[in-house]
């Protein structure tokens, strides 16, 4: 399957186009219309509550090899797959099937960018999700899988390249290099070393050098036939290859931040409401989890805004371009005057300093133990101890573990209320770092995270609201949180011993 992806600002031409094909065919929508005119207008109900959005439209074309089909029914659940996967959760669409004369049947889908909740489906790195939907796609309808695009990276095959292709029975020279350079670069961190796992895949490879000597060109040969890197496509250039290694190479030395740049602009999408203003999104992503910091120049004047997600931090930029500053206002329509924000943004920040400079000072009186590792005085005030079983009363087998569940949850909560009251103590909602402490502890309204920092760096307590995930809880760690907790009672008894001695 082949997909492709174009924007725009008006309706009704995509429409007329899409629907004015022989024998075209809406074969799935959630509107009412059937002409171009009708569901353009109905279109303009999402396009009210964004007004200032531009690229509002989204036309998809997915189409299928020439020997393939697939039923109206098959085309349908497909097409709700991938709205789902690419964010297109509560908009308006209309998919469009057409079968040219050659029997290449293939759909265009035309929906709407705004959710009828205001809010926006991003377009960041949309073409390379799309591919990677499309592969499912291929994979859950048994469909031949085409090699992904890279958009103007990797040259996506014509349909008579595939024709080609099905005609000789070989795969074009092109698309073995793209492939196996693909895998190449999955698996090295270096260029000589990428440049020797090609040599032995039977390609070689000449990287041409300026004057003092710098990289500044490469070219493959492969089954007798050579061609320059841009030939292959954009991604197969020596800059972009140097810029994947170095890619690559970051997500070895950080695993996690893939990951949690996905997580935090899923968050950031998940914020942005019709008419929200930059304030009013920062404190909404702060309850979410996710810290929101604008940076200023020395004159005060906005340079950029990052986002941090307990100890990692990233760039608004490198999350996409919707998620710089610029870009939240741009694309995403958040609402920002300085005459009215400024000032608000300015305090929050000054707020949020004050908060996390005076737990600091605090834990300088105090020994290293002190949070370091962490939690059964709470416990023995509370009489949380699970009790063994009396072997001599009437106590099925059955009840047993239900007893000792409940027993483990009530500790889990000790943990929980012991973690709140010291970042209560400490006037702080976050404390721990790798290399210096034990644990972390997060906290954003009812919801709190607590990370062994030592040892396998895992979340051993998530508690939100009425929901509570103590799996990695050990003994060991309960242990931890009691000393804590002995230790800042014994703290505050000397402190009203040695201020009863002053008295």
Request: contains cysteine; charged residues 25%; hydrophobic residues 35%.
């Amino acid at each position: 399957m082949i997909g492709k992806i174009s924007k725009g600002s008006g309706f009704r031409g995509c429409l007329y186009y899409v629907l004015g094909r022989t024998g075209a065919e809406i074969i799935d929508t959630n509107m009412d219309g059937d002409s171009p005119r009708s569901l353009a207008n109905e279109f303009a109900i999402s396009r009210q509550l964004r007004p200032k959005l531009n690229q509002v439209v989204c036309h998809v074309a997915l189409s299928l090899r020439p020997e393939e089909h697939l039923s109206n029914a098959s085309w349908q659940t497909a097409i709700a797959q991938y709205l789902k996967e690419m964010g297109f959760t509560n908009n308006q669409y209309v998919a469009v099937k057409h079968t040219d004369k050659e029997n290449h049947e293939h759909i265009h889908l035309v929906t709407s960018r705004v959710r009828m909740d205001g809010s926006v489906v991003s377009d960041s790195w949309d073409w390379t999700r799309s591919q990677d939907v499309i592969r499912k796609l291929e994979q859950d309808f048994g469909l031949a899988a085409v090699p992904s695009s890279w958009e103007s990276d990797r040259q996506e095959q014509t349909k008579s390249q595939i024709d080609k292709e099905l005609e000789t029975g070989k795969v074009t020279v092109k698309r073995q290099l793209a492939d196996k350079i693909d895998a190449t670069l999955g698996n090295n961190n270096s260029l000589p070393d990428f440049i020797e796992q090609l040599n032995l895949e039977g390609i070689e490879v000449r990287v041409d050098r300026d004057r003092k000597g710098n990289p500044k060109g490469i070219a493959y040969k492969f089954d007798g036939v050579s061609m320059a890197g841009s030939s292959v496509g954009k991604a197969y250039s020596l800059p972009r290859i140097l810029k994947r290694i170095e890619s690559v190479s970051e997500q070895r030395i950080h695993p996690n931040i893939s990951s949690m740049a996905s997580h935090i602009s899923q968050i950031i999408r998940e914020q942005v409401k019709a008419d929200i203003t930059m304030p009013q999104l920062i404190e909404q992503l702060k309850h979410s989890g996710v810290d929101a910091h604008v940076k200023y120049t020395r004159t005060k004047k906005i340079k950029g805004i990052s986002y941090s997600l307990g100890s990692n931090s990233i760039q608004g930029n490198e999350l996409g371009k919707e998620f710089s500053w610029g870009g939240l206002q741009k694309y995403l329509q958040v609402s920002y005057e300085p005459a009215r924000d400024r000032s608000i943004i300015l305090e929050m920040q000054s707020a949020d300093r004050n908060a996390v400079s005076q737990p600091m000072e605090n834990l300088n009186g105090l020994s290293d133990s002190f949070l370091n590792e962490l939690v059964v005085e709470l416990e023995k005030q509370r009489s949380l101890k699970v009790p063994k079983p009396n072997l001599s009363e009437n106590i099925t087998k059955s009840e047993i573990p239900i007893n000792l569940e409940q027993g483990k949850i009530d500790r889990a909560q000790m943990v929980a209320a012991i973690c709140h009251q010291l970042l209560n103590d400490l006037g702080a909602d976050s404390f721990g770092e790798t290399g210096k402490n034990s644990y972390s502890i997060q906290r954003s309204g009812d919801a709190l995270t607590v990370e062994r920092l030592r040892g396998d760096h895992q979340i051993i307590l998530q508690v939100k609201g009425q929901e509570i995930g103590f799996a990695n809880l050990s003994e060991f760690d309960i242990q931890q949180f009691e000393q804590a907790w002995q230790h800042r009672s014994q703290a505050q008894q000397q402190n009203i011993d040695s201020q009863a001695k002053t008295v």
